[in-house]
């Protein structure tokens, strides 16, 4: 096995990156100072793998790592980005396998490879709308510019466009006087390359998220998330949790949703292949468009040159790559709890639960069956019910995706939390990533979420501190 998966990582011309892979996934402490750990505290691997695992896992980081380039180049192997793109790596998204940031133009940030926007419109036909009743599409995209705004193209071609924000600050008073800055944003899509958005266009803005601990969230079984739903609130606690239902290419079904801001993917390799092809524009074995998002009123893009090849299946990023990034992402571990006996942290997990943040964010949860051992029957503190819930006018996108509505979101899972600013070099939290501190996360809940932050402004100064201990400790 060991031989294969060599052969596999030099056939395909990929250099081996060993640090922040192998070395990443078991550090020592004599690999260097604490910052330098913290760095890489989403990019270790979960214990047990075997060793034919953990060099599948690195292999996968490789890959995951790896910088495409346009069609045609020296190196099949390598070529097939595009035509046009966000990225050039998955690790150009989730730089440490953290989580993105929003453009700042104001701040001298003008540019996120880490931040994009989703596009679609309503169905225009009755064709659309059995698509998307029926679950194979769960939007229709921009008849222009498709289903994303894709920030870079390669040479001979321009870039669809760029992201647009500007921010209007509000000040929130919390019991005790402490005053807090929310900053609003108005996205939009500016220097449009192919004439303009469809009149009815709808825009969702989204940052990456962090990767550690996906291989056990796709492990919990379907009936635990059924059993968390309450889409008709019957308990009366005001919370209504529901599922998304979409389609899995991988599966050739309908399924629950649990991958995405929205709950839009079903399983990890649906998730990681639509990226290759929507972020990156390369052909995949369930996604096999040469060029990406491109549509028909984008000639140029579709007469690009792509990097199919007889060699790797007719794709640019066929199953063996493919596979040993979906091994890396499953693999990857969320970071252990930190100061988990301190006074203030075992108080704000008291406060966490009495104000009813746990009603969503789900402090346990078990894994079901798996072929890996190392992810089934676990028990795991991710503290998400990974269900759909209404978080208010404030979060809205307006913007449906299957059977999520504009005003829905999936609890984002909340470990490794604490370890946000070390691993990513700044704060930004929520889909967009609005939020510079917990507070304002915390303070942007709306609906469903309501009554949980409007306790959170009224809690002493003392205790408030204590809740934001205990978030900094996941």
Sequence with gaps: MLRRLYSLFTALALPFLCTGSALAAEPRPDQGEQRSLDRRAFSRFLPGLSADEKMGAAVGNGFFKRLWVSSPSSTQASDGLGPLFNARACSGCHAR???????????????????????????????????????????????????????????????????????????????????????????????????????????????????????????????????????????????????????????????????????????????????????IGLSTPLFPQAHGDCTAAQPSCLAAPHGNSVQFDSLEAPKAVTDSVLLFVRALAPPSRRNRTDPAVMAGEQLFSQIGCSGCHRPHLRTGSSPYPWLAHQDIAPFTDLLLHDMGDDLADLRPEALASGHEWRTPPLWGLGMTKAVSGTESYLHDGRARTLTEAVLWHGGEARRAREAFRELPAKDRAALLDFLRSL
């Design 97 to 279: 396998n953290g989580r993105g940031r929003p453009p700042d133009p104001d701040n001298g940030y003008e540019h996120s490879p880490s931040f994009f926007l989703r596009l679609s419109i309503p169905p225009q036909t009755a064709q659309d709308e059995h698509d998307r009743q029926s679950g194979r599409l769960s939007v229709i995209g921009d008849p222009t510019y498709g289903t994303q705004l894709q920030s870079a193209a390669v040479p001979g071609l321009k870039a669809e466009g760029r992201v647009g924000v500007t921010w209007t600050e509000e000040t929130v008073t919390l019991a005790g006087g402490e005053r807090v800055s929310l900053r609003h944003p108005t996205w939009s899509a500016r220097d449009l390359a192919y004439g303009p958005l469809s009149p009815q266009i709808m825009i969702s803005p989204r940052m990456t998220p962090q990767l550690p601990g996906l291989g056990l969230l796709e492990a919990v079984p379907d009936t635990t998330l059924l059993n968390l739903a309450d889409p008709d609130d019957r308990d009366n606690d005001g919370i209504s949790g529901r599922t998304n239902r979409v389609w899995s290419a991988r599966e050739h079904a309908m399924r629950i949703g649990r991958f995405g801001w929205k709950a839009g993917q079903p399983t990890l390799d649906d998730q990681n292949q639509s990226a290759f092809n929507g972020d």
